[in-house]
């Protein structure tokens, strides 16, 4: 059974950090770009961050550049999200999302294959 579960969300003062870890189970990990996306109330879904299926090609949303960092292992069928400096704003659910791709370098912000149920994520003083 194809499985994402996020964790490491909760509430943090502006400033903060948060590492969020995906753990993937019920498919193999190395055929697909991991990515998280995220939703705040009342906006749409956004594509936060990326990295593809060896690692060695990550994209962030201009909102998180120079504060959220991605990695992977597969190995260990972990991908983490490393949020630093957090503001108010990065307040939302955010899911880890899997992309089956053909391209050990590709990943997209754009669109995804599956996600996981979320794990909230609230900055606020």
């Known amino acids: 059974q194809f499985e994402l579960v996020e964790s490491g969300g909760g509430l943090v003062q502006p400033g903060g950090s948060l590492r969020l870890s995906c753990a993937a189970s019920g498919f193999t990990v190395d055929d697909y770009t991991i990515g998280w996306f995220r939703q705040a109330p009342g906006k749409d879904l956004e594509g936060v961050s990326c990295i593809s299926r060896t690692g060695n090609n990550a994209q962030f949303a201009d909102s998180v550049k120079g504060r959220f960092t991605i990695s992977r292992d597969n190995a260990k069928r972990t991908i983490h999200l490393q949020m630093n400096s957090l503001l108010p704003e990065d307040t939302a659910i955010y899911y880890c999302?899997?992309?089956?791709?053909?391209?050990?370098?590709?990943?997209?912000?754009?669109?995804?294959?599956?996600r996981g149920p979320g794990t909230q994520v609230t900055v606020s003083s």
């Open positions: 999302t899997a992309l089956y791709s053909t391209s050990p370098s590709f990943c997209t912000l754009r669109y995804f294959d599956h």
